[in-house]
């Protein structure tokens, strides 16, 4: 059975600074990782999907990197703003197509 | 393109009631998943469908059931109702020409209270 696990829960820093995420899973038999974004109360918000295949992917400020055979992967969030704050969260899928979520990394950028 | 949408956005029941929960997929999806998210915690995946018939199920009770209609829309049923059923109930479309190259579109939820 999968279980992810994200590291830190929780997370301040002040604006401006460079903020890595972690993320690992304990079954590396996974077709792809998501990363998304949720805001207080809000639906998710998908930031990078890395394919199994595939060792990063990067958007904007945002670079994602996958190592499947350790079973990790870590969010790099480059020049953090005060609009970064939300909680992040991510999630490789299996083979039956199911996203399998940690319980997310609440970030506080603060001004 | 409206993008995945869910009705109603909050809804409030007691226990023993039952609640019918709605979901209109992203235009040109045909695959709707549908998550469960307790408070502080990550959405837990129930279960998804396609061309009209449950595909995949997580770790639910048979209380928790759904439906696919012909337009892809769907329902999430969930049958007398219980205070742990308390969550923001996620709905996630998606392609199955692209289903493990795309993401799932999630829409904004219904938040279900029951007392």
């Known amino acids: 059975k999968q279980e992810v696990t994200q590291i830190p829960a929780a997370l301040s820093v002040p604006e401006g600074e460079n903020l890595v995420l972690n993320c690992s899973f304990t079954d590396s038999a996974i077709y792809n990782l998501q990363w998304f974004r949720q805001d207080p109360g809000k639906g998710l918000t998908s930031l990078l999907l890395i394919q199994s295949s595939q060792r990063e992917q990067t958007s904007g400020r945002l670079n994602a990197s996958l190592d499947k055979s350790s079973g990790r992967s870590t969010l790099y969030i480059a020049a953090s703003q005060p609009g970064d704050s939300a909680t992040y969260l991510c999630a490789p899928m299996d083979s039956s197509y199911k996203l399998i979520f940690g319980s997310g990394t609440r970030l506080l950028v603060r001004p | 393109d409206a993008g995945v949408t869910q009705s109603p956005t909050h809804l409030i029941k007691t226990r023993g009631q039952q609640v019918t929960l709605r979901c209109s997929p992203k235009?040109?999806?045909?695959?709707v998943s549908w998550y469960q998210q307790a408070l502080g915690q990550g959405p837990q995946f129930i279960f998804q469908?396609?061309?009209?018939?449950?595909?995949q199920r997580g770790n639910f009770p048979d209380r928790f059931s759904g439906h696919q209609f012909p337009n892809y829309s769907s329902e999430l049923n969930v049958n007398a109702l219980l205070l742990g059923d308390s969550a923001l109930y996620l709905c996630?479309?998606?392609?199955?020409?692209?289903?493990?190259?795309?993401?799932?579109?999630f829409g904004p939820g219904t938040r279900l209270t029951v007392l």
């Open positions: 235009s040109g999806h045909d695959t």
């Open positions: 469908y396609y061309e009209e018939e449950e595909r």
């Open positions: 996630a479309s998606s392609s199955r020409l692209v289903r493990f190259t795309d993401t799932q579109y």
